[in-house]
């Protein structure tokens, strides 16, 4: 099966986007991992699909996968390569669209000044709904770590973020710390850890390790789940900047159950073609 494909980048979280209304696509895990593979593939921290709208009044339809292969519910810096996508290629001539995800609809608009923004939906602080296992229903919460014990908030921006603050990003153990809290049996669905130091009450710097794809150049739903913990906890104002090793992203929420806006760049690196298999794996 041969594919058309776009290569996309979002405050450097990368995707390859696949146009699944012009083309027939149908791709298994292992396919998945070929084509996020930066060695063997084309090199992808997800995959997004664009498909059809299932249900009325929304425009389009679209489904994400990890790199490893990994169907996931949402993806902010993907929301917004999403939008650019379909201006670009002639599939809606909207600069606001109405898009399906597992997750729930999403309404990513094409600002003035090229940048994207994308309302979320509102936070969930609920922990069934995260899902996250505790008996309280405290904001801050102590989770053991291999005999360490850090303190996260946990929350679900259509998919599990676990935030906690540290002094120095930089130096914050995101490659030894990441991969167990990712897959922490406290959270059933695995979640994404991120690493926030404040800079002032309006600007942190982030690093997140992402579920299934590991440490991002940037985490769209990861600077949102940053951004709300800080504003739940007073120490942020909204806007907040979010300053990823990629890039920045503007983050607005007015709390309560007021959905959460993100706006930041979204670009085309290359369109190419490939050589897939079938739904294999």
């Excluded at 084309?42 to 009325?56: F, S, Y």
């Amino acid at each position: 099966m041969r594919l058309k494909f776009t290569k996309m980048q979002g405050a450097g979280n990368d995707f390859v986007v696949i146009d699944g209304v012009r083309q027939q696509v149908a791709l298994g895990p292992e396919a998945l991992r070929r084509i996020a593979d930066r060695h063997f593939g084309i090199g992808a921290d997800q995959i997004l699909v664009v498909e059809r709208a299932r249900t009325p009044g929304v425009d389009f339809a679209y489904r994400i996968f990890n790199a490893d292969g990994g169907e996931v519910e949402q993806c902010g810096n993907g929301a917004r390569c999403f939008v650019r996508f379909v201006r670009d290629r002639g599939l809606t001539d909207k600069d606001e669209i109405r898009v399906e995800t597992v997750a729930g609809i999403i309404v990513p608009r094409l600002e003035p000044d090229g940048r994207v923004t994308v309302d979320m939906g509102a936070p969930v602080f609920d922990p069934a709904r995260v899902p996250f296992v505790t008996d309280s229903d405290a904001l801050v919460q102590p989770l053991a770590v291999d005999g360490t014990t850090v303190g996260i908030t946990a929350l679900s921006m259509g998919n599990p973020h676990a935030v906690q603050l540290v002094e120095d990003v930089e130096r914050a153990p995101v490659a030894e710390l990441g991969p167990r809290i990712e897959r922490h049996p406290r959270f059933p669905r695995g979640v994404n850890a991120g690493f926030m130091q404040i800079v002032d009450r309006g600007r942190i710097r982030l690093r997140v390790y992402e579920r299934g794809a590991g440490e991002t150049l940037a985490c769209g739903t990861g600077a949102c789940a940053a951004a709300v913990a800080g504003i739940r906890r007073g120490l942020l104002d909204s806007p907040v900047t979010v300053a990823a090793r990629g890039g920045e992203l503007t983050i607005a929420w007015r709390g309560a159950d007021n959905p959460v806006c993100m706006t930041g760049p979204a670009e085309t690196v290359f369109e190419g073609e490939i050589e897939i298999g079938g739904r294999t794996g």
